[in-house]
Each structure stands twice: as C-alpha cells, then as structure tokens.
C-alpha cells in the first residue's frame, strides 16, 4: 500500500508524526483529501479537525486552531498554531468558551470583542465537533 509521510507539529510539541494514507483537514477553501502522490499544495487551515487514516486503516482526529497545511511529493506537514489529539481536548471548557462567545455576540458588544468571540466560538465548535466524530468513531 503506498503511503505519504504525515507530520502535525504546533509550537510546543509534535502531535503525529508517521505514515498515511489519507489526510483529510479543513482548508480556507474547505476540506481537504490528500493522498500519496497529491499535487504540492500550500494552504491556511481553519480551525477544525485534521484526520490521518494510518497504513493499517486506523484514524486518527486531531483538533487544530489553524495554521498551514504543506504537500509535498512525500510528505504532508500541518504547522498548526495549536493541535489537540481529540481524545485530549476538555469538553467543559470549550462548551464554556461557546457559551461564552454567543453571550458576547448576543449582546453586540465592541467590535473588537465581537471579532474575538467569533474567532472564540469558531475554535470552540471546532473542538466539539471534532469530539462529537471522535464518540461516533469509538461506536462503530
């Protein structure tokens, strides 16, 4: 089976680091297949989940808040500005964070605090939602 190498670093550690054969992660332009022998690409990531399909058909979630996502002919690297394996992430916190973030924007406070609770709510959603597939996975 051909596989490319997969990468997922943030500044403070490595997250997953071997082979694939699939990474799939939520790009500007919306979701990503990439495949051994993809095309090079070089991509913003928007916050969400990145998930690597290993050699033996295991899947693997991962939470990103964002960053950048590189294809070369070998390898996919995701540089993320903070990644979460889905099993890692605290649910009470980012359901307060959500909740948190649609008070905000219910009250239309400043600008500033609106844009930062729509960036607030959107990496809160996105670590639910990467949790809700992780429990749908484990089900199966």
Not at 71 to 82: F, G, K, R, Y
Not at 132 to 137: F, V
Request: proline share 3%; glycine share 8%; hydrophobic share 40%.
């Amino acid at each position: 089976m051909t596989t490319i190498h997969c990468d997922i670093v943030s500044a403070e550690a490595e997250i997953f680091h071997g082979e694939a054969t699939l990474v799939i992660a939520s790009g500007e332009a919306g979701e990503l297949g990439i495949a051994p022998r993809h095309a090079p690409l070089l991509t913003r990531l928007k916050p969400g989940q990145v998930e690597v399909v290993g050699e033996d058909g295991s899947r693997h979630s991962y939470y990103v808040s964002g960053g950048i996502l590189e294809v070369q002919p070998n390898v996919v690297t995701v540089l993320a500005d903070t990644a979460l394996r889905a099993e890692e992430i605290d649910e009470a916190a980012a359901r307060r964070a959500k909740d948190e973030a649609e008070r905000i924007l219910a009250n239309r406070g400043e600008a500033k605090s609106v844009a930062e609770a729509q960036q607030q709510l959107a990496q809160a959603l996105a670590q639910l939602s990467a949790l809700e597939r992780l429990r749908k996975t484990l089900k199966h």
